[in-house]
């Protein structure tokens, strides 16, 4: 069969076939296409203004690598006019993050972008590994996810940025549109959609501006512009629910190539249903709109990606049962009193240990951290929660909030 020429240009030979929409198209012409692509979410979602200074959250991963590499060609290209840096949290874990460090570090140097990077050792008083060594594997991705999101704005607020933009992609939302939907949780579905994501009293906003990009184009598009970086899984626990959302998406995709923006454009359509002082986002609701399930139940990357095997052979024994059994059909009437699920709103404070924004007297990271911390044997927690200078790590805490708040 004679090579197939590039949909677009109609001259080059094609070597992509588009996961998106099965375009076949020539090296130079999908680079082009992705990049004008995220161009145009940024601009028709108003993202930037020109002179911002914009953190990115790099954690050296493909999603965050592409999504420095876009950033840094659009704002020359188009002349957004914008001072791009390079923003890492250290959750200090041995064997994966240290290494995929190195990564932001060259790509620092590549992009010629500051970098800051700020640990959970320091903040906390706790590193991931040693987190793992108290809770176990499971549940860890909690301690992940809570920490990650309170160390993106504190590190964006020790650089004097108040935009943090992320690399989740439309394979990312689209899980989150799904698993909220299964457990019913419209407020974090709309959350979860939204591109933006602001909160009553953090001055730093949230976008995602891969936000329609499928990851498999955003591996292409690594590859293809052979960005540097680091594809090693966290090597702790998965995060079980979110991989069965993801298998069930991946098998529909294989079906629809368009099944992961259409799930992404029907939790837009949903989210616009919810009231706003439901959604709990945004300045408006004085919520503390405390992030989608990146903060929620871990950080919603590789973890938990299966491979659909267990999906396929639970398939395969209910199609079993069903030849077995009679086919009983139960129809269950709701009791009364719990049919609607009672949705709760968000009213914003203070965490009274931290001062971090949140929707309750503690944070969720205080209160994580003092279960850790009244399990931490005695000797350990004298010494790691002191500082050279003798205040400890929550009171530092407290001080660099009162900073931020300020
Ligand atoms: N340690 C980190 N430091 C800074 N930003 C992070 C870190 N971990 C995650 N992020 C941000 O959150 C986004 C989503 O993270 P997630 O863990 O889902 O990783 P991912 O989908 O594998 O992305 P990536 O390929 O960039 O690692 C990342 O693209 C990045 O912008």
Not at 26 to 38: A, T
Request: glycine share 8%; with cysteine; charged share 25%.
């Amino acid at each position: 069969m004679p090579p197939s020429t590039c949909y677009n240009c109609k001259a080059a030979r094609a070597v992509i076939i588009r996961p998106k929409n099965r375009h076949k198209l020539c090296r130079e012409c999908f680079i082009q296409i992705f990049e004008l692509e995220v161009h145009e979410t940024i601009t028709s979602a108003n993202l930037f203004f020109r002179g911002e200074r914009i953190a990115i959250g790099a954690s050296g991963g493909k999603d965050s690598t592409v999504l420095a590499a876009v950033l840094k060609t659009l704002n020359e290209r188009y002349d957004y006019g914008l001072d791009l840096s390079l923003l890492s949290i250290d959750e200090g874990i041995r064997g994966y993050r240290d290494d995929s460090l190195e990564t932001v570090k060259r790509n620092a140097v590549q992009y010629e972008m500051p970098l800051e990077i700020v640990g959970y050792g320091e903040l906390y008083g706790w590193t991931m590994d040693q987190v793992v060594e108290q809770v176990g594997k499971k549940g860890n991705c909690t301690y992940c996810g809570v920490f990650r999101r309170q160390a993106l704005d504190r590190g964006a607020a020790r650089l004097g940025i108040n935009h943090v933009v992320t690399g989740h992609n439309a394979d990312d939302v689209a899980e989150t549109v799904m698993m909220n939907l299964l457990r019913g949780d419209l407020p974090r579905l709309s959350r979860g959609t939204s591109i933006v994501t602001e909160s009553g009293a953090s001055d730093i906003k949230r976008s995602k501006p891969l936000k329609y990009a499928y990851e498999k184009e955003i591996v292409l598009y690594a590859h293809h512009r052979q960005l540097d970086y680091f594809s090693t899984e966290c090597i702790y626990s998965p995060e079980a629910f979110r991989g069965s959302a993801r298998t069930l998406i991946k098998d529909l995709e294989k079906i629809r190539p368009s099944s992961i923006l259409d799930i992404v454009k029907s939790g837009e359509d949903m989210a616009a249903l919810v009231p706003s002082q439901v959604r709990g986002a945004g300045k408006s609701c004085k919520s503390s709109a405390p992030a989608d399930d990146e903060a929620a139940g871990g950080c919603g990357s590789q973890n938990g990606r299966t491979s659909g095997g267990e999906m396929a052979a639970m398939e395969n024994q209910l199609a079993a049962n069903d030849t077995a059994e009679s086919r009983e059909t139960e129809i269950r009437i709701p009791r009364k009193g719990l049919e609607a699920k009672k949705i709760k709103t968000q009213t914003l404070q203070y965490c009274e240990q931290c001062g971090y924004i949140s929707s309750q007297r503690i944070c969720k990271a205080c209160t994580l951290l003092d279960g850790l911390n009244r399990n931490r044997p005695k000797a350990a927690i004298e010494i790691s929660l002191e500082d050279e200078e003798g205040s400890s790590t929550l009171a530092r805490q407290m001080e660099r909030t009162q900073l931020t708040n300020s």
